[in-house]
Every structure is written in structure tokens, then in C-alpha cells.
């Protein structure tokens, strides 16, 4: 068990009177500023007494202060963190170039898949630069109108479109927005024709979908707003609510979650396209989820189980009639689709429809037809089938790559997907199910010439013998001489797949001379839940260890070097960038955490992170499980006088995901304890969250400061020819 000390009350203490060394006070470091000799003075940061005792073993926490994102000591660090950063990045001469080469090549037109509802064709478009994608919808004339355009929402483009549902006859719509980037929405009901709001703002949801019943109302899900700051107070209490248009919010019913027996982290709802079934998943982590059914037909009708455990990822597919179309990972690592009618729907009854195979599924539906997207070695393989599980076709795809979509309604004659890969931007399809004939019907009008790149798979071996994918992307003519900048991305958890896709950033990387490299690292889901598994909890270290083994293999090849590597990755894979930067810090010259989860033994405190337990463990449930993550966490383990990487950590101050208190301490230890001349600096966006929805401009920005702290610090004095 843990407990903090007597001394907490104290360091808090410590820490408010603090204020005055957070500001202007400084300490000299032997890193210096661009193209100067004068040294980098990092802020001060305050260090508290707080201990925290688990197992009987005593751990420092000096930065707990920092977790308190209200207070106005921790604003003030903000500020003079950012100070230091944006003067040394400042510094660098060709970061505005950089910028201006990312901001040439984002501004295309960009156009999603259409899609019906109602009347209306509707798809979504970003002129170029636009700071959020504007939703459109076609007029019998053949012209468009804006629909909803999210950058009128706010005047800085920090209001994001989070979403929008419409009613089953496409009358009515309900779209979610987003304020700061923050996990808490806002949703707003309009009618579709005229776009006229129908009632009062709805407040406060949170993790949740929007599934309508006919026209009349909706199902959402959210937690009762905490205690304390909404950005950091932990939320694991989720409850299903149904809206009746027409009411108030408050007279909204509680549908599941209310009762202890009912309490879990995440519960969502899925009505069935004919509006007679209500399913509702309810999980505790991020994997796993029991599935219970209602017949909303008969207004008094009790919850049936379908599944009374977290043992499998089991969702609604499709339904006809009372059959009910799954598709799940139980007793099938790799996903299948199975059926099963509602009056005896536990497992021992479900039928294959599209049985287990070797490689991921997901599944999708349109036309009245299945389409199952398979992984093959994190590429794209689609096949489509019939309700009865009777292959139809094998999908001809363009090339080697990404696929999604080929969703919509039972009564469409004309499916659409979108293609794409490191090298090829995406590129909508039509698709015709009768026939299975595919037609370009948006070419991607993205400056990048695809014909002179390279988009290699390769299979490298990791510390245990295991046999991992990496995807090395980089321009025609590279020279294996070991000197080319590169940049390693990983993330390697909670069942992601990094299947190829295009992005903008990268293409200007790889214009710049630049190598991008993906490893599939155990953790996520290329290869199904036992590779998934076997990056979590006390096999954590396969993660690093895979990533590690990416970084010698393209260094042992020629591709790179240490001192033209850099490491980046988000989130869960910002901890993989702390963690093997902390291991081993001699293996590459630049660390780019973003977002990332750092304190391994308090994460599950904050807002949703117990939900997370799945694929960490935590600290409080075995002295084993906190030995363990005591081992890698990236706060705990920065060493006095160590060199490590020259390092950017990048976070948000409204990150209500992944709290930036996680960054906040990793840089403060970085800054307090790394030796050498590199620097320890950390960029907190302001009024952004943890990446959904942040504005192209903020993108464009944080990109290129990236791009040139990632340069300069490779040794690179002007751009790379």
C-alpha cells in the first residue's frame, strides 16, 4: 500500500512559498543557446519534501507541486520554461524556412470520403491552411453549402469539431465540439435543414458517443464532473444517459452506471440501425469490455447479458431481424465475426460468420455486405463477404498500404475508401459492391512527388529473438553511410496498430533529406492480442527493447548514426521515448517525447488513467507490479551527471488525457540532473490538449520548432541539401 508522509503538509508549503525561485532565479548550465557560447539558464524548480511509501519503500516525489495545474506557481513555471525554449529555438536561423516549407506544403485543398444522411450528401473539406476541416453538404444544383464550420467556433481555431450524429431520417443532427483540446464536450442539437439550434447546450460529456433512437432522442455517456480541477481529477465512474428532445439536460435519465454493481471506467451505447436493440459495453480498462442488450420495444425490458466479463473486446457489428452480428477477439486473438440471435445471445450460442484467421480483422459494413479489413504484416488486405459469411471478392487495392473506410447504409449502391501510405497521399475511391470495381474519385492534390521516394519494409530482430516489422521511408539516392538524419517513431501499446499513412510533416521531413522510420513494436496490435499482451505489464521492457533494436538496425545498416538519430514518439509513446533515453541515452542524439505518460507510479490518479491498468499494472497492486514499474518510469530514473540526449519535450497545458504534470516533472528532473551539453527543454502549447483537434496552425508551429531543434542538434548549421 501507499501512503504519502507527514511531510506532505509541509513540502506543500515548501512548494507555495516557492513562487519567487520559479521566476527569475536561474542556474547555470554547461548547455548553450544557438550559435553562441552563452549558456542556457534553466528556471529554478522549487523541490519539495513529499515521500510517498510503497511497500515500505520510500520514493521522493520534489515535483508534486507541479501537479496542482491551477495554481500560480505552476503557471509561472509555464512561463518561464517556455521563455527559455522559444529564445533558444529562437536562435536557430533556418527554423522560420522550415516553417515556411511546412506551410507551402499543407496548404492543398483536402477532401474526405461523402457520405449520406437525409437528403443531403455531406463530406468534409480544409481548403488549404484552415485551421479545423469545414463540414459541406451537396445541393440538388450540384453546388455545396457550409454545413458546420468549426472555425467559427473560436477565433484562435482552438474549438474543435468533435463529432456530429444524425437522427435516423437525417432530419436532425447533434455535434460535439471540443474547447482547448480538452476531453469534455459540449454537444449541440440543430435541426438539419434549416441548421437552427433546437435547445439549450448539452454540458459535460465526456468519452462518449452519440447514438440516436429514431428522431426522437439520443444515448451519451459521461462521468459527474470532479472534485478539484477537471483536467487533472481522476474520472471512473462513466453513466449512460438518454436525452428526449425537447427536455432538459437534467431531466436526462440514467440508463446504466448509477448502481455499484454497474460502476466501470468507460461504458458506451450502440442502438441498432432499426432502433430495436440498445447494446451497452461497459469496461475497466482499455481492453476488455462485458456486453449487455436491451429491447427497446418493450419499454419495461430488462438489461440480458451477453458477456459477464472483461475478457474480450466484443462489439455490435450489425443486426437483422433479432440477430445480432458481432465482432470479437474471445477465444479469437485475431477478431472473427460471429452471430447470434438476441433470445440466446451468451457466447456458448454465437456462430462464425467470418471465421478466426492468422491476421488482424477489423470489420466494417455497406450495401449489405461485410468488408473485412485485414492486417498482413501492418498492410492493408480486403476481402468482402455476404451475411452468410460467403466470400464475395477479394478487394483489388491500388498498392501497398493503408485502406479504411467502405462504411455506409444497407440501401447505398456506392461505397467509398480512402488509400494511402508513407509515400502516397490518400486518395478516395469509389467503390461499387456489385461489381467490386474501384474508380479514383478524389486524386490527392498534395506537392509531394511520390515517385521519388522509397517506402521499404524490413524485418529486424529484437533483444529476444523476436521478428519485428519497421517501415523506412526516405528519398531516391540515400547512401548508406551512416549520415543521414532520422527520425524513429513508436508508440507500442494498448493494441494500436501504425499501419502506413501520409502525413504532411513527414513528407517535408523526407524533402529535407530526412529518414522516417516506423517499428511495429509488441504492445500494439499488428499481429493480435498476443502481441499485444506481450508488451504490457511485466513485459513492458519488449517494448523498449523492440525499439532499442529498430535504433541498432538502422545505425548497423548505414541508414543513420547516433549522432543523426532522434527518437519521437506520443503519449504512451512519449514513456517509450522517456524510457529508453533514461536506459540508454548514448543511442541517439535527439529525444522528442510528446505528451507523454512519465510517472509510472501515480499516472492511474489522474482523470482516466486507471483505465490504463490493462497494459501497465500500478503501483498500489503488488510490491512486484511497483518494482517493476519503478524500473522504467522516466521521472524516477534520470541519473545525476548523466548525458542524456538533447531533448524537447512537448505537452499542453489543457491535456486532460495524459496530465502535462507527467512532463512538467520529467523536465524538471531532466533540468536538475543531466550532465553534458545538450539541452533539457520542454514547449507547453497553451489552450491545447493532447492532440485531437489542434488547430493546423499550432500544427505547423510545433512542427517546425521540432524539425529545427532536431537539426541543430544533429549538428546541422544550415538545412540539409
Partial sequence: MKYALSILAVSLITACSSADNINPTLSQTTATMPNTTTAIHYPTTAKGAVVDSYFGQKVADPYRWLEDDRSAETEAWVKAQNKVTFNYLDGIAYRDTIKQKLTESWNYEKVGAPFKEGNYTYYYKNDGLQNQYVLYRLLEDGSSEVFLDPNSFSSDGTTSLAGVTFSKDGSKAAYAISEGGSDWRKVIIIDAETKQQL???????????????????????SYDKPDGSELSAKTDQHKLYYHQ????QQQDKVVFGAKADQKHRYVGATVTDDARYLLISAAVSTSGNKLFVKDLTKPNSELVTILDHTNSDTNLLDSQGSTLFLVTNLNAPNKKVVKVDVSNPTAEHWQ??????????????????IFANYMVDALSKVQQYDYNGKLVRDIQLPNLGTVSGFGGKKQDDTLYYSFSNYTTAPTIYSFAPSSGESEVYYQSAAKF????????????????????????????GLKLDGSNPTILYGYGGFNVSLTPGFSVSNAVWMELGGIYAVPNLRGGGEYGKAWHKAGTLMQKQNVFDDFIAAAKYLQNKGYTSAEKLAIRGGSNGGLLVGAVMTQQPELVKVALPAVGVMDMLRYHTFTAGAGWAYDYGTSEQSSEMFKYLLGYSPVHNVQQGVAYPATLVTTADHDDRVVPAHSFKFAAELQAKAGGINPQLIRIETNAGHGAGT???????????????????????????
Avoid at 435547445?199 to 455517456?221: A, H, Q, R, T
Avoid at 524490413?458 to 526516405?474: E, L, R, W
Fill in 352 to 369: 462464425d460468420v467470418i471465421p478466426h484467421t492468422e491476421h488482424v480483422l477489423s470489420a466494417n459494413i455497406g450495401a449489405g455486405y
Fill in 199 to 221: 435547445e439549450p447546450v448539452l454540458v459535460d460529456i465526456k468519452f462518449s458517443g452519440i447514438s440516436w433512437v429514431g428522431n426522437e432522442g439520443f444515448y451519451y455517456s
Fill in 245 to 248: 428532445l425537447g427536455t432538459s
Fill in 449 to 476: 512527388d511520390s515517385q521519388q521516394y522509397v517506402s521499404e519494409q524490413v524485418f529486424y530482430t529484437s533483444k529476444d529473438g523476436t521478428k519485428v516489422p519497421m517501415m523506412i521511408n526516405y528519398k531516391k
Fill in 695 to 721: 488547430p493546423v496552425s499550432k500544427q505547423i508551429e510545433q512542427t517546425a520548432d521540432i524539425f529545427s531543434f532536431t537539426l541543430y542538434n544533429m549538428g546541422y548549421q544550415t538545412l540539409p541539401k
